[in-house]
């Protein structure tokens, strides 16, 4: 019996083995996800990594924290918006932003690179689109962390991406840049056209861009190391730079729902369309009132019945009176803006003023001064005639200020007051520590040692990359570039 | 069901007797001791042979008895065997009486197999169904809490409908731990699918499926606690296995049974709230601000100030504002079975019905079940069952959790200034004329709660189908061949609604969603079992499993309505649909080899092989043996004892491996449907009227190979002084390594995880299962005390060098579950900094605590549980209560944040208007020094304190003591009910969740989890709906 027992089970083991062996290949090969492609091309991935790069740069996890923390807008204390002004910055943001910059934006910039450059004709073009566009991510990314990693980002077999000292991320930045200029071929059609909503695929614009985020990265570069002087000269007798408002780099929102500005949907979301949160800091208001600047009712609004734009310090509490920060500025189709042709003719201007690469050149410096002043005003709607003429007649000449350098900085905080983390940038390369444009003071509550210099890395990259520098920089504490 | 079962057992041995020598016959009849009653199914064997037969229902046998034999055995479960001599006697009549001294008890174990207690090697704790519906609970999975050592059930919150999350010795994987559910031998769902809102990342709780099962339907609960338990089940039941066996018909009358329960719920625990101060800003009114930072009331009784109504008030407190809110919810539970059976076969047809409505207005749940059970005999060889289950279950107004949402319900009323009348505001949340919101505030950023609840409701109806198809057939005595076919189906609607005029989503908002799941799971197993010799019994099983999920999503987000309360697509000027799909295949063989010599010694060995669609083609087959011994040595050693009733000891070792996540090995490219915005504000793709693909989140890994589980168990069960104390320790070590993972990678790589066979985590343990029976007298008193313990040391190991951490679950503001090499699971997030000698160090100009981030802050799971449950019997009166405790741990609650940031929890009154200065140091050039820095107002100091990103001001220690169930019972005295049609009839008084009789958490109960059933995470809440205690009353009949 026992025998028996043992042949049927052998041969029940048996057929078992069999069915399940025989029926196993085919019923198991479905380990495919339907919903999704295993080819892409690049352009879809280029629109989508060019989209979350702007919607964070306008959004709750950069615009509000860095605005507030350096000073450019005011939360009105308590009346206002959250603690982002005394550096209580959310680990969130801080880690939404390094997200984006990594991984929603810079990996499919990496992937689209990658595809473009496979494709049979290779899309030549459009590589050297994303590429320009991860540079500059890459450059904002290291303004705001410092050392971060690049070079070994983004390469499957590296798990734990070591940080690269900023110098070196400067030097990648613009080694990404050339590459991608000299790679464009402004005679194929293949590129990346309807899906560029920048340029909708003029690639003389994308190298002008390219050449004028070079330009500004060795700009930040300079005061530490004076060598890429040079360079900057070079670049300035070579030209090519964005050379005109239509070259600006800007990414459209709209006005339709779920298509608008950051900035705007969140008014629209919790304050039923007007600005409660954000309203006017005396370090921009003051200076633009001293300087009788016509863009004071672009940039803010009185509130109704007041007569004066108030002004608050940056942890000083708002009140009804305080002026907010204009819903022209926080329009829903307002773009997002990363390089102006004001923003290079101020540079210039700064270049010559300094003599850097250059001869010094304070004529030169003032008529590129002036004439980036009035780019400024017309970007902001000013009549040209209005512009024409407060540059003519109310304008400082860089030649009759003492401190011309200063001057041109200080135009330049009022330019970028509403693109916050060149204004950051543009504060902390305007002079050494103390010696900044303007002079910022520590807000009442915010942590001793100082105002802030950068960001801490996000939690989420500190505690899983082993290669973060230790003991993790604090926020009061300098970048490389900063002196 | 016992008695079936050894009916079956002896028809065996009847059908293979080989010694058929006819000498003689003898007759007699099998009567149970103590009532006299016939026994059915006693094996009767000849004693020194294989000859047997079995009593009949009438309890009565024949049997031939060869030549030179004279000794009859009459053996039963649960009695004595008894052997008598036959001498020249023709009938032999035999009364057996119930043997104190074994555990008999027949539990049902993987794939179904019903097994012996006393023959296992391994712990398995059994919870009759007369347990769970002692003081039924909505969830089936909440009726264990306290019940069973090892099993911990973490409720999410007090949602009506909720999800409960179970553990079983630990969590044993970083991507958590979910134990198998299986009833009749069909695995089945219990997803608990993360609900989207229309409004961000705030979520609303959709239960867990285990959920839809009706507690009156269960017969017995089986929980298989270790690997070699639930071996046959391979991956699926790596985390232990949940084995449900649902009632049958029983052979004789037809029978109604009527179980109605009428309940009362309320709040469990309302936070303590100060009554004292206005809603302001630094001491000053101001309606914009809804907190407790304003004037002292009683010091502004001179002046009127406006209220959110516009009206010139004198300020006043509102102390019940916020108990008010709430209503007391009614649970009605009611079941009707039919049932009967007879030798031919047995029915059970169970209709329930569970109508609740909430804490809240607006809120309710109705869930309808129907159940059948049914099986036939065919002749003696075939036998088929089928059951099917169909569970109907639709609520209303579940309520929006967490964070950044505006219908978020728990700050909002929580929220209240103290000074707002709840009734002004229940009547007054819409302008009878514009038909627009009354804001709390001017700016018009508070959402009245009244509007919540009446214009924001969440809907959602599920449909699920359950059941299975048994057939069993023995072409040979010794052989059975039985084949079970599942289908597990249910589809689940879901819909958000957000009005117009809802500040936070002021053009309104819907979502709505369906989800389909499907389980098919077929077993095929061929069983063969015989004595090899009177003392050694084999059993052999072999058996093909195939095992198929599919699961699939439709969701759509609508956004801007043109037409208020229409909530159609059209009427929306956004949508953005997405769908997602999961699917994946699982084929296996197994072998099972079980001996017992002489009923004391036991060994089972088994061995499955299992190839799995999710992982790559070379490393998708993979076996996974174990084996289990048991040994009662009181019976080897014929231990005769007045202390000693039972002894054995068992040991267990097992290895289970386990697949991946579908689609976990290809590059995959997604279209894209949003892109994400910090606040809610995610935009949409087409943006400018273009698409983006998005590479993935998390990068395939084509090398994947099983995850590897190695268990080891030691245990003993005792039982003393005739059965009045009973005793089980088990201790044992869980090792998961190779865990397959999606291992969260630096996002500087470009992803955020990547799936890697990583780490290895260790749960060692302790169980102690006590059962006490101090009190036992012969006019019918009895106290029982049932004690069950569990100690559980979890360890990560095996984290490759280049890394600390592991995070596996993200709250907010840098809050990080996470796992650390060496240590448990933990909490993480920002803590306080603190000089060498652990003082607080201080901001020397505001007075207020440095932070640091990324510190851990605890370990989110116990130190240890203890379920403490009492029964009182005497005559016909019932009590019992079951006391629950937590030891260890920690807990976050954003709840008790906001009370206190807000300024509106009792303890903020402290120190306003006085000078506070925190004890801690400052730091300097010249070192360390005492603090002596105020802090400006105890505005800034909670407002710092108990920010939510300041993780540590808000985490507390998770122990607690709660009375989880109290239920008082009178049984009317047959004698009462005789010339009735009423068999039996029973009136109850039950209660669940009555008293946390300890914890440490302020304000809220401290069960509560964030993260849901469905994650890793726990130890964390965010506005979650408090927990309800129920009390009611309860009518058993049957007819």
């Known amino acids: 019996m026992f025998k028996n027992i043992k042949r049927y089970t052998v ?10 062996a025989t029926s196993c290949e085919s019923y198991l090969d479905i380990n495919t996800d339907p919903y999704a492609s295993t080819k892409v091309e690049p352009k879809l991935l280029f629109n989508y990594a060019t989209t979350n790069w702007a919607a964070n740069r306008a959004g709750g996890d950069n615009y509000i924290p860095i605005a507030l923390s350096a000073q450019t807008i005011a939360s009105g204390g308590n009346f206002g918006w959250g603690k982002d002004n005394v550096y209580e910055i959310s680990p969130y943001s801080t880690g939404n932003t390094w997200k984006a910059y990594y991984a929603t934006a810079g990996l499919n910039l990496v992937q689209a690179i990658a595809e473009a450059e496979k494709a049979s004709p290779a899309n030549n073009n459009a590589a050297a689109q994303a590429k320009i566009e991860l540079a500059t991510m890459m450059y904002e990314a290291t303004l705001i962390w410092g050392d971060i990693p690049f070079s070994e980002s983004w390469q499957e077999s590296i798990s734990y991406p070591k940080f690269d000292a900023q110098k070196s991320v400067f030097e990648q930045v613009i080694g990404l840049l050339d590459e991608a200029i000299a790679q464009i071929d402004e005679t194929s059609p293949l590129k990346i056209s309807e899906y560029d909503l920048i340029y909708n695929g003029d690639l003389s614009k994308w190298k002008s861009f390219a050449k004028s985020i070079k ?62 949160f954000f309203f006017a800091n005396n370090n921009v208001l003051s200076y633009m009132k001293q300087l009788e600047d016509p863009r004071i009712p672009v940039y803010f609004d009185k509130p109704a019945g007041v007569s004066t734009y108030n002004g608050v310090d940056s942890e000083e509490e708002a009140d009804a009176t305080t ?33 850097l690469g250059v001869g010094q050149d304070l004529n030169k410096a003032n008529e590129l001064y002036k004439k980036a002043t009035l780019q400024a005003l017309l970007f902001n709607g000013i009549a040209s005639s209005t512009a024409q003429d407060y540059v003519d007649n109310t304008l400082p000449a860089l030649t009759s200020v003492a401190k011309p350098v200063d001057q041109i900085h200080l135009m330049q905080w009022i330019d970028l007051m509403d693109r916050p983390l060149e204004a950051w940038t543009q504060w902390r390369r305007s002079g050494s520590e103390g010696n900044e444009v303007p002079t910022l003071t520590q807000p009442e509550g915010t942590p001793a040692g100082g105002l802030i210099r950068r960001w801490v890395y996000s939690p989420d990259e500190a505690t899983s990359n082993a290669n973060t520098p230790s003991p993790t920089p604090i926020i009061t504490q300098k970048l490389w570039f900063d002196l | 069901m016992r008695k079936v079962l050894f009916i079956g057992l002896v028809m065996f041995l009847t059908l293979v007797s080989q010694a058929w020598a006819q000498n003689r016959a003898v007759s007699g009849k099998v009567t149970d001791r103590s009532t006299g009653d016939a026994l059915p199914g006693v094996a009767v064997l000849v004693k020194g042979t294989t000859t047997g037969t079995a009593t009949g229902v009438d309890g009565t046998y ?38 104190s001294k074994q555990l008999q008890e027949v539990v049902v174990t993987a794939i179904g197999i019903e097994r012996e207690t006393k023959s296992l090697g391994y712990a398995a704790s059994k919870v009759d169904g007369e347990e769970l519906t002692k003081a039924r609970e909505t969830n089936v999975v909440n009726g264990l809490a306290g019940k069973v050592s ?32 299986v009833i009749d031998g069909l695995p089945i769902s219990n997803s608990a699918p993360g609900g989207n809102t229309p409004t961000g990342n705030g979520s609303v709780d959709y239960g867990n499926r285990a959920g839809d099962i009706n507690p009156d339907d269960i017969e017995s609960m089986t929980v298989l606690k270790g690997a070699a338990a639930t071996a046959l089940y391979g991956a699926r039941a790596r985390d232990g296995a949940i084995i449900i066996t649902t009632k049958k018909g029983a ?34 009114y101001d ?4 907190n407790g930072w304003g004037p002292k009331i009683s010091e502004v009784q001179d002046v009127t100030v406006k209220n959110f109504m516009g009206e010139d008030v004198t300020l006043q407190a509102y102390p019940n504002n916020v108990e008010d809110f709430f209503q007391t919810g009614m649970t009605y539970m009611n079941n009707l079975a039919f049932e009967g059976g007879s030798k031919e076969g047995d029915f059970r047809l169970s209709l329930g019905s569970t109508n609740q409505t909430g804490i809240i207005e607006n809120q309710g749940l109705d869930r309808y079940n129907v159940g059948l059970n049914a099986g036939r005999n065919f002749k003696d060889k075939l036998n088929v069952r089928t059951t099917i289950n169909y569970v109907k279950t639709t609520t209303e107004g579940r309520p929006v959790q967490s964070s950044n949402s505006p219908n978020i319900l728990t700050s909002a009323i929580y929220g209240l200034p103290r000074t707002v009348d709840i009734n002004r505001l229940r009547d007054n949340y819409i302008d009878p004329i514009t038909g627009e919101q009354i804001s709390l505030t001017p700016d018009k950023t508070g959402n009245n709660p009244y509007w919540i609840i009446n214009r924001n409701t969440n809907e959602s109806d599920l449909e699920r189908m359950y059941g299975n198809a048994i057939v069993s057939y023995k072409p040979l005595p010794w052989l059975t061949l039985s084949n079970n076919t599942g289908v597990d189906f249910y589809k689940e609607n879901r819909f958000n609604k957000t009005s117009k005029g809802t500040f936070g989503a002021l053009e309104g908002e819907f979502y709505k969603a369906t989800l389909q799941n499907r389980i098919v799971n077929n077993d095929f197993i061929v069983t063969a079992e015989r004595d090899i010799n009177p003392d050694l019994n084999l059993k052999v099983m072999a058996g093909h499993n195939i095992y198929s999920t599919h699961y699939e999503a439709q969701a759509v987000t609508a956004r801007n309505l043109t037409i208020d309360g229409l909530y159609d697509y059209a009427n929306a000027t956004s949508t953005v649909p997405s769908q997602s799909i999961s699917e994946r295949r699982l084929v296996g063989i197994w072998g099972d080899l079980g001996l017992s010599y002489k009923e004391y010694l036991f060994l089972n060995v088994t061995g499955r092989n299992d190839w799995s669609s999710t992982l790559p083609v070379d490393n998708r087959s993979y076996f996974y043996p174990s084996v289990s011994t048991g040994f009662v040595f009181t019976d080897a050693f014929n231990i005769q004892s007045n202390i000693l009733d039972y002894g054995k000891i068992r040991a267990s070792w097992a290895n289970v491996g386990s697949d991946a996540a579908p689609y976990s090995l290809d590059y995959n490219y997604n279209p894209a449907t949003t892109y994400f915005v910090q606040y809610s504000l995610s935009g949409t793709f087409p943006h400018g009227g273009l698409l983006g693909f998005s590479a993935p989140r998390t990068l395939p890994n084509f090398n994947l190979k099983p995850q590897n589980q190695t268990n080891v168990e030691f245990g003993a069960d005792f039982r003393f002084l005739s059965n009045r104390i009973n005793l089980g320790f088990t201790y044992y070590n869980t090792k998961t390594t190779d865990q397959i993972v999606a291992l969260d990678v630096p996002l500087s790589t470009g992803y955020f995880a990547k799936y890697v066979n990583v780490g290895a985590v260790l749960n060692r343990g302790l169980e102690v299962d006590l059962t006490l029976n101090p009190i036992r007298t012969t006019s019918g008193f009895d106290w029982t005390t049932n004690v069950n313990f569990s100690k559980n040391v979890q360890e990560v190991q095996d984290l490759p060098e280049s890394l600390d951490f592991y995070g596996l679950a993200s709250g907010w503001s840098g809050l990080q579950i996470k796992a650390e090499e060496g240590k448990s699971f933990g909490l993480y997030g920002t803590a306080w900094q603190r000089d060498p000698e652990g003082n607080f160090i201080i901001n020397k100009d505001t007075g207020l605590r440095e932070t640091e981030q990324g510190k851990r802050l605890g370990s989110i799971t116990p130190d240890w549980l203890m379920g403490i449950n009492n029964t009182f019997t005497y005559k016909g009166i019932n009590m019992g209560f079951l006391v629950d405790i937590r030891k260890g741990g920690v807990f976050y609650s954003g709840t008790v944040a906001s009370l206190r940031s807000s300024g509106l929890a009792e303890e903020t009154l402290e120190n306003r208007g006085s000078i506070f200065i925190d004890r801690g140091v400052n730091k300097t050039d010249d070192g360390f020094v005492p603090n002596t820095t105020p802090v400006q107002s105890m505005q800034d100091f909670w407002g710092k304190y108990s920010a939510t990103a300041n993780t540590e001001g808000n985490v507390f220690d998770a122990s607690y003591v709660k009375l989880r169930e109290v239920r008082v019972s ?50 964390v809440e965010f506005n979650t709906m408090p927990t309800t205690r129920t009390l009611g009353f309860n009518l058993r009949v049957t007819l």
């Not at chain 2, 946390?996 to 964030?1010: L, Q, R, Y």
């Open chain 2, 62 to 99: 024949t049997i031939n008895v060869p030549e030179g034999s004279n000794t009859l055995v009459f053996r039963f479960i649960g009695y004595s065997v008894v052997e008598r001599n036959i001498d020249n006697a023709s009938v032999v009549n035999v009364a057996l009486g119930v043997d």
């Open chain 2, 970 to 1019: 009178y049984t009317l005295p047959k004698r009462w009910l005789e010339n009735t049609f009423v068999g039996s009839a029973e009136f109850g008084l039950e209660g669940r969740n009555l008293w946390i009789i300890h914890s440490n958490v302020p304000h809220i109960d401290p069960e509560s989890n964030f993260f849901g059933a469905g994650s890793v995470g726990e130890g």
């Open chain 1, 11 to 20: 041969i029940a083991a048996l057929g078992l083995t069999a069915v399940a």
């Open chain 2, 287 to 290: 309606l914009r601000n809804t």
């Open chain 2, 251 to 284: 052979e004789g009358k037809v029978k109604v049974s009527l179980n109605s329960s009428t309940r009362f719920d309320n709040v469990l625990r309302l936070p303590d709230l100060q009554n004292e101060y206005a809603q302001g800003n630094f001491g000053k």
């Open chain 1, 323 to 355: 002026a907010t920060i204009s819903m022209y500025l926080y329009r829903p189709d307002a773009p997002e803006v990363v390089y102006t042709y004001q923003e290079q003719l101020y540079l210039e201007a700064e270049a010559y003023a300094r003599g």
């Open chain 1, 215 to 276: 330009f500004k990265t060795y700009m930040v570069m300079v005061d530490k190391d004076p060598s890429v002087a040079s360079k900057i000269g070079q670049m300035l007798n070579e030209g090519g730079m964005v050379s005109s408002a239509a070259a600006n780099f800007t990414f459209p929102f709209y006005n339709t729902p779920d298509k608008e500005n950051p900035r705007y949907k969140i008014l629209k979301r919790y304050a039923g369309g007007s600005n409660i």
């Open chain 2, 150 to 181: 090892g099993v911990r059930i973490t409720q999410s919150s007090g949602s009506l409908g909720g999800s409960s999350k179970v553990t079983i010795r630990g969590t044993n994987s970083f991507g958590g731990s979910s134990p198998l559910f």
